[in-house]
């Protein structure tokens, strides 16, 4: 099994619908971090959280949240979807005191229409 | 000027030669540093971390770090086709009081036989 799961792996939804994509690892690690990935622009950070009463937004956080569940959880909520939030998206882990040795999961690929 | 910068590419390279890819940084206080490989439709690994002045190799790897110039590069010796791939770069950011690694858009190399 993957060290650090994302469902589900792809998902096209509706323009306005809400919608949730998950996160969960076995890494033990208690840094999470949601990113996105758009061509020609890398990984940009939305979220990430340092523990499960740790919440911090990233540097594209609107449109926006998320919920760390338990320490091996942290999921992403897109409120309203909107088309310009068609991307990829990883979660990722690291542990305090890691020197960036960052876990990705396998990804989401995102479409709003 | 982003944070982190890097050529987009497609960087072209034959089979058996040097692929050199280059990044630089804006935050002089950066003391880490990562490069991670990234296959097409899949997640980033990471593969190399640098954290002093000079070179670090591990096999056909070596990063190369000049803090003075904010530059930190990659060399890829013996190229192989299994190399194609885009590589992030990607630096710790210390903003808020918490360390979180933002990354450059990623070079795409391709080598060809």
């Known amino acids: 099994d993957a060290d650090v799961t994302q469902t589900p792996r792809n998902r096209i939804t509706k323009t306005g619908k809400r919608i949730m994509l998950e996160c969960s690892q076995t890494k033990g690690h208690d840094r999470m971090y949601w990113y996105r990935q758009d061509p020609g622009l890398g990984l940009r950070l939305i979220y990430y959280?340092?523990?499960?009463?740790?919440?911090n937004k990233g540097e594209i956080s609107d449109g926006y949240s998320v919920s760390r569940q338990a320490q091996a959880k942290f999921s992403l909520s897109l409120e309203s979807a909107i088309p310009n939030q068609t991307a990829l998206y990883f979660c990722?882990?690291?542990?305090?005191?890691?020197?960036?040795?960052?876990?990705f999961g396998s990804g989401t690929r995102l479409t709003v229409v | 000027q982003k944070e982190v910068e890097q050529n987009s590419g497609p960087l072209s390279v034959p089979e058996g030669a040097i692929a050199s890819l280059n990044c630089t940084y804006s935050?002089?206080?950066?003391?880490?540093f990562f490069w991670y490989r990234q296959y097409s439709g899949k997640s980033p690994e990471l593969i190399m971390s640098i954290y002093s002045n000079g070179d670090k190799e591990d096999g056909r790897f070596t990063a190369q770090l000049n803090k003075a110039s904010q530059y930190v590069s990659l060399l890829i010796r013996d190229s192989q086709p299994s190399d194609s791939a885009t590589y992030l770069c990607a630096v710790p950011n210390f903003s808020g009081g918490y360390n979180k690694l933002i990354f450059g858009a990623g070079t795409r190399l391709a080598v060809h036989p």
């Open positions: 935050d002089r206080v950066s003391q880490s």
């Open positions: 990722a882990t690291s542990r305090t005191g890691d020197d960036g040795g960052y876990t």
């Open positions: 959280s340092f523990d499960v009463k740790d919440i």
